[in-house]
């Protein structure tokens, strides 16, 4: 099946051209509607062009006609009367004209004219009969209906070219601004129609429980009538629901693709338009044209861009949104659905939407896209890597054990860009250490920046810092186990990081794991406080990420000794970064802050006493990362182990897995050596990152100026350091 996407214009577009079974796979189908477009535009021009030609003639001609005319008073043409000099005159409705006996010296003849004076006219007109002019023939009188037709075109035209450069300046704006282009009312937007998506079931991996879901929908497009003979009400609509990058477009392409029906596609920020109307002229397009392509899947990407609710809690209230979200519903409730037109909108944030769009008859089917398994992650390795060459030794499974949290289009970035690291060796494979460093610059984010140059007493700090955290998590019982600790830097500002990952998959966490993590974040201040004596501004993402657990821990997960398992917060967007909101009053909120800072000081203090029990080892590992910058957790575990005089632990199959795909560190760091010298690096392009949740990366950026404070504004207070500005009265209250 080719892959044909188009972008076309629903007004012009010719739905005739798709039901033609002689033009199914003809690819430049519907290019035709273009083609209209473009003619329609030519004529339009060309009309333009004609008027403003036509209104400059009129007026030029009626320049010249007024050129040899002249204004004078009755008084005037009266005397000239007198004088015998005037050789015709012409009444018209309004005025007199008159010419004179001719005059030699004036090379054309002048026409003057004045006001009738009709009370006048009867003694006038005698004269004018009888009298004679100074060469003695009788004086010509006309009476003639004005012939006005030049004037009254440049009066209409006057009248109608404002207007029509008005309407034409408005539509290059709208044209500029991605609008419509000939009339406010008409779309433009970016629907995108594909006749088939060549996208199947077997091209998403995992989510198998939305597949399923979606199965029925198949099914249901592909047989209407079976579904109509029992007397079932056919879905309308369905809403894919889940995190950014889990494949909630695709699974919508599959779904076309299986139905082998054509798949519309829009993105609901394209309805949403600076004028009030455009947008539901736009729906009633898009379904006006589908209806005519059915059966079709219609697909609506961040449907919350129009669904969102018209409660103003959420931004609501936008009068354009809310025309386009009523025209959206009435669409809905309108069609008919044994015609097979089946509507899939994806979001991920499904709590802001209008209830509305939920009821019976709408989106009434939710399907929930989450984040991938390790058998899932697997998987959409295995699909984006069917078409990559691989190295024999290569062992996704390792990569899938390693990353946890990351979502498909993650994963489908990880095997690009290790076929780019490939491509950049001059290799012809993509071996483990290609995998491994996209593996780290997705999960972590950035690249290794060597050429950093950092002060030795700051590389100090860093790997007593890292660690301080490693150390901690592995003095810990429910901490998941180190697999890496470097001190180099990353282009994204990390100084040094330490990697965690959970050697299984984990969908419940206990207070005790939580508590043990807060513990391994504030480990990497406790250390330099405990070596240096001085506070930096390193452990900024640590302070962040371990306030953000106990947040949750006091305010959602009902862990805290004062709240008990009151609900303090609701998760505002489950499937975006889980930001929560409070529900309760100010007072409580004060006495939040108490706990969740009470929680941390705790686990300061516990990492503290940790490190202080176990000094030698921590300087022992740091000064062995300090000279090597990298070690594996693997490593560290056998320093730790030997120092702590612990038996060796046979690894189980998991850690095995993961060990092994972390040793390629010591792999790559020796190749990288050899080809240093030899081939010279292209520039690479970087994706820009995020780090993930569920693997753990101890994180430390750069120092920057406000946030270095030095030993003399720290001062120890009940068994830690604490900033003199920050000592309040009640503290020493305990
Ligand atoms: N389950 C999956 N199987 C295979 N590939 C996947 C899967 N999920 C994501 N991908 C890859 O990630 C890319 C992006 O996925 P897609 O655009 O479908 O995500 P999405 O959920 O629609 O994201 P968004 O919410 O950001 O629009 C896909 O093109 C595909 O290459
Ligand atoms: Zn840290």
């Known amino acids: 099946m080719s892959d044909n996407k188009y972008e076309f214009n629903p007004n012009e577009f010719n739905p005739n051209e798709f039901n033609d079974p002689n033009n199914r796979n003809n690819n430049n189908r519907p290019n035709g509607g273009n083609n209209n477009k473009k003619k329609g535009q030519t004529i339009m021009s060309f009309v ?33 009367l007198d004088k015998h000099n005037i050789a015709t005159v012409e009444f018209s409705s309004a005025q007199i004209n008159y010419t004179l006996v001719k005059d030699d010296s004036a090379n054309y003849e002048i026409t003057y004219y004045t006001g009738r004076i009709v009370s006048d006219e009867t003694a006038l007109m005698e004269r004018l009969k009888t009298e004679k002019t100074s060469d003695d023939k009788p004086i010509e009188i006309r009476a003639t209906v004005p012939d006005n037709t030049s004037t009254w075109i440049v009066n209409i035209l006057s009248m109608v070219i404002p207007f029509i450069l008005f309407w034409f300046l408005i539509s290059l704006l709208m044209k500029k601004m991605g609008g419509g ?33 979606l199965q029925e929908m198949v099914d249901f497009l592909n047989n209407p009538g079976r579904y109509r003979q029992i007397g079932a009400k056919l879905p309308k609509g369905a809403l894919l629901v889940g995190p950014p990058g889990t494949g909630k477009t695709l699974l919508a392409k599959a779904v076309a693709g299986e139905a082998g029906v054509p ?49 103003s809690r959420y931004g609501g209230g936008n009068d354009e949104r809310e025309q386009t979200l009523n025209q959206l519903l009435a669409e ?48 959409t390795l295995k699909v984006h890597a069917k078409d990559v060459h691989m190295d024999e030794s290569v062992d996704l499974d390792a990569l899938a054990l390693a990353s946890a949290g990351l979502v498909g ?29 996209a593996f780290e610059l997705v999960a972590v984010g950035g690249k290794e920046k060597k050429d950093r140059v950092m002060s030795d007493k700051e590389r100090k700090i860093v790997a007593y810092h890292e660690v301080g955290h490693a150390l901690v998590s592995a003095l810990q019982k429910n901490s998941e186990p180190v697999q890496k600790i470097t001190i180099v830097p990353r282009t994204m500002g990390a100084l040094g990081y330490t990697l965690q990952t959970p050697e299984e998959e984990k969908f419940l966490q206990t207070k005790e794991e939580l508590i043990a993590k807060i513990n391994t974040y504030m480990a990497g201040r406790a250390a330099e406080m405990l070596v240096f004596e001085s506070a930096t501004s390193g452990a900024a993402n640590d302070i962040e990420s371990a306030t953000k657990i106990a947040r949750a821990m006091v305010t959602m997960y009902g862990m805290s000794d004062t709240f008990g398992m009151m609900a303090l917060a609701t998760v505002e967007n489950q499937y975006l970064d889980g930001k929560a909101g409070l529900i309760c009053g100010e007072d409580t909120a004060a006495l939040i802050d108490k706990e969740v800072l009470s929680i941390i000081n705790k686990a300061y203090d516990d990492a503290m006493q940790m490190l202080i ?40 199959e998991n850690a095995k897995k993961l060990e092994s795909f972390f040793a390629e560190e010591h792999a790559k760091q020796d190749e990288a050596a050899k080809e240093a010298e030899t081939a010279p690096e ?28 030095n030993e003399s504004e720290m001062v120890w207070h009940n068994g830690r350091f604490v900033k003199k500005d920050d000592l309040r009265d009640d503290m020493f209250e305990e």
């Open 613 to 652: 029990e176990n000094r030698e080892i921590l300087d022992k590992i740091s000064e062995y990362l300090f000279q090597k910058e990298t070690i594996t957790g693997k490593e560290f575990m056998k320093m730790f182990r030997e120092m702590k005089g612990l038996p060796d632990e046979e690894p189980d």
């Open 181 to 213: 282009s000939m009339g406010v009312g008409k779309s433009n937007a970016k629907v995108y129609v594909e006749k088939s998506t060549g996208v199947t079931f077997k091209d998403v991996a995992g989510q198998d429980e939305a597949k399923e879901t």
């Open 409 to 437: 289009s993650d994963l489908a970035n990880i095997i690009n860009e290790a076929a780019i690291n490939a491509v950049k060796h001059r290799r012809k494979f993509v071996n483990q250490s290609d995998l491994f460093e």
């Open 48 to 80: 333009f062009m004609a008027l403003i030609a036509l209104f400059i003639v009129s007026l030029v001609t009626s320049r010249f006609s007024s050129y040899n005319k002249k204004e004078t008073d009755y008084s005037d043409f009266l005397a000239e």
């Open 332 to 379: 809905m409730d309108g069609f008919d659905t044994s015609k097979g037109i089946l509507i899939l909108a994806a979001t991920n944030r499904p709590e802001v939407l209008d209830k509305a769009l939920l009821r019976p008859g709408r989106f009434d089917r939710r399907v929930i896209v989450d984040k991938p398994d390790q058998k899932g992650r697997l998987e």
């Open 682 to 709: 292209p520039e690479m392009f970087e994706p820009e990152v995020q780090p993930e949740e569920n693997t753990s990366v101890f994180q430390d950026v750069a120092p920057t100026k406000s946030g270095n404070y």
């Open 263 to 311: 798949f519309f596609s829009l993105a609901g920020s394209d309805f949403v338009e600076m004028f009030v109307g455009v947008g539901a002229s736009r729906v009633r397009d898009l379904f006006k044209e589908a209806q005519k392509m059915a059966p079709c899947i219609i697909f609506i990407d961040e449907i919350d861009a129009i669904g969102k609710s018209r409660d």
